[in-house]
């Protein structure tokens, strides 16, 4: 089963703007994650929040938080062509002694050059 | 540092037969993640490892998957036999962290299943 909802579905923005993607998720969390998976490839992680953190910077990205909303957004600045790819949320709740992963649905970002 | 090595990339099969796909993680990785991702859609939890025992198969459709990871290393995950609707992209994903640490999981490229 999916946890988290992505939002857009789709995105095709120019060079240079930003990019922003939403992620919701329905249960409690210890940690969301962000992930980018080129055409083909398998996941690459991109940056982790911890639910007791609000915003977490990573280069050209930015992540907020808000366990109150069950929402995370992802924000990419100043996009470039290499940043088309699929984004997806993963949230991390710890049970049993393990943490376990789950995968939203994705947003395919398109960069036009 | 190498990273996780699946195989085979690509695979086509008829439907009923049976098909296994391998997975090396990062050394000293203690946690395994096999994923399915179908066209379109985020991946699926299917089994997960720490060590060598298995923590969570909830999703694992047991009539017809199996997976294995000997000495808490290399991991197998069969198939068998294939439904038409078994053709996705079978992922497999290690990390360092076990029990309540948080930890980035690192992919392999997956590998693709037709099953015609």
């Known amino acids: 089963s999916q946890q988290g909802e992505e939002d857009p579905q789709a995105l095709s923005i120019q060079e240079g703007e930003n990019a922003t993607m939403n992620c919701s998720y329905k249960t409690s969390i210890n940690n969301l994650q962000w992930y980018r998976q080129n055409s083909g490839r398998g996941l690459v992680h991109l940056i982790l929040?911890?639910?007791?953190?609000r915003e977490k910077h990573s280069g050209r990205l930015r992540v907020t938080l808000d366990t109150s909303k069950k929402s995370s957004s992802l924000l990419i600045t100043a996009s470039r062509a290499a940043d088309t790819a699929s984004y997806f949320c993963a949230t991390a709740l710890y049970s049993g002694g393990y943490q376990k992963v789950t995968f939203g649905t994705g947003t395919k970002l398109q960069v036009i050059p | 540092e190498a990273g996780v090595a699946q195989s085979p990339r690509y695979k086509i099969i008829e439907k009923r037969q049976s098909v296994a796909f391998w997975c090396n993680p990062i050394?000293?990785?203690?946690?395994l993640y096999w994923y399915q991702q179908i066209l379109g859609q985020g991946p699926k939890l299917l089994i997960q490892f720490q060590n060598n025992g298995v923590v969570d198969d909830s999703q694992l459709p047991k009539d017809r998957f199996s997976a294995e990871r000997l000495k808490g290393v290399d991991s197998t995950l069969k198939i068998q036999p294939a439904k038409l609707e078994d053709s996705a992209v079978y992922l497999c994903?290690?990390?360092?962290?076990w029990g309540r640490g948080p930890g980035e999981l690192f992919f392999g490229e997956g590998s693709r299943l037709t099953v015609l």
């Open positions: 929040i911890r639910s007791n953190e």
């Open positions: 994903a290690s990390s360092l962290v």
């Open positions: 050394s000293g990785h203690a946690t």
